[in-house]
């Protein structure tokens, strides 16, 4: 079941750039960051996908086009409504409008991803059986 608008989505409560990392502090407590070359890879803007997908088809060699890594940095963030942030780059990129949702999903601590992705699911089994066993 899919619905348009997910109530769970959570929003920032405090965004500010710590070093070469966007940091969010989330309503609900949680903490992501996010470096500034993984966000402008993952800029949504049509042209930046483009590119993305040109890459990922021919190989890194058009990346060449982008910032270089290491080089680009966060202007400025603005809020966009209530549900995303737009974010202006020091290379004057501005197209790009990261969603709360998007943000949070891509929110790469341990128990948001990587390795121990898996854990909410042996969590989940866990309390499944000590519902049983009980
Ligand atoms: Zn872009
Ligand atoms: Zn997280």
């Known amino acids: 079941m899919s ?11 405090d965004v500010v750039v710590i070093g070469r990392e966007l940091a969010i502090a989330w309503v609900d407590g949680h903490e992501s960051y996010y470096p500034f070359d993984d966000l402008r890879r993952s800029c949504p803007c049509a042209p930046c996908r483009a590119e993305a ?7 890194s060699l058009r990346v060449a086009r982008g910032p270089v890594p290491g080089e680009i940095s966060i202007l400025r963030v603005g809020a966009v409504g209530s549900y995303a942030i737009q974010i202006v780059w020091s290379d004057g990129h501005d197209d790009g409008i990261f969603s709360f949702e998007w943000l949070r999903r891509a929110c790469s601590c341990d ?23 009980s």
Not at 3 to 10: L, S, W
Not at 53 to 59: Q, T, V
Not at 113 to 122: E, L, M, Q
């Open 111 to 133: 128990g948001c991803s990587g390795p121990s992705g898996s854990k909410a699911a042996s969590e989940e089994t866990r309390l499944r059986d000590g519902r049983t066993r």
């Open 3 to 13: 619905r348009d608008v997910d109530p769970e989505v959570p929003s920032p409560r």
């Open 53 to 59: 997908e040109i890459a990922a088809r021919e190989g």
